[in-house]
Nanobody, 124 residues
Framework: VQLQASGGGLVQAGGSLRLACAASGGTFSNYDMGWFRQAPGKEREFVSAISWGGAYTDYADSVKGRFTISRDNAKNTVYLQMNSLKPEDTAVYYC??????????????????WGQGTQVTVSS
C-alpha cells in the first residue's frame, strides 16, 4: 500500500487546514487509518485514527474538538480537518495504514504502511 499525504502549509493561529491521504496498491477498506505528527526534536505522536469502515474514531486529547478525521472508501482517501490551529500543532503530519486487527489504532507500531509526511506550520 502506498500513501500520499497532501494539504499541509503555512497558516495563522486560529486558521484551518484539511489534510488528505490518498492510498493506492491495496484494498483501502481493509485498513484502519491514522494520522501522526512529529515536531522538531520531539517523538512522533498520535493525532487521530479511524476504523476501516469509519464507525470508530480516536483523537489525542490535544486535538479533540478541533480536528476531525473522516474517510471516503470510494476515493481511497482519508482526511484530517484541522480547525482552530495553534502554534503547537506545527509538525510534519504522517498518515498511516494498519490491517484490520486488535492492535490499537492509537499506537504507531500497530501500523504497517506510512506516507511521506506533509508539513503544517502554524504562525502565532
Amino acid at each position: 500500500v502506498q500513501l500520499q499525504a497532501s494539504g499541509g502549509g503555512l497558516v495563522q493561529a486560529g486558521g484551518s487546514l484539511r489534510l488528505a491521504c490518498a492510498a493506492s496498491g491495496g484494498t483501502f477498506s481493509n485498513y484502519d487509518m491514522g494520522w501522526f505528527r512529529q515536531a522538531p526534536g520531539k517523538e512522533r505522536e498520535f493525532v487521530s485514527a479511524i476504523s476501516w469502515g469509519g464507525a470508530y474514531t480516536d483523537y489525542a486529547d490535544s486535538v479533540k474538538g478541533r480536528f476531525t478525521i473522516s474517510r471516503d472508501n470510494a476515493k481511497n482517501t482519508v482526511y484530517l480537518q484541522m480547525n482552530s490551529l495553534k502554534p503547537e500543532d506545527t509538525a510534519v503530519y504522517y498518515c498511516a495504514a494498519k490491517s484490520r486487527s486488535f492492535r490499537p489504532r492509537v499506537v504507531a507500531s500497530s501500523y504497517n504502511y506510512w506516507g511521506q509526511g506533509t508539513q503544517v506550520t502554524v504562525s502565532s
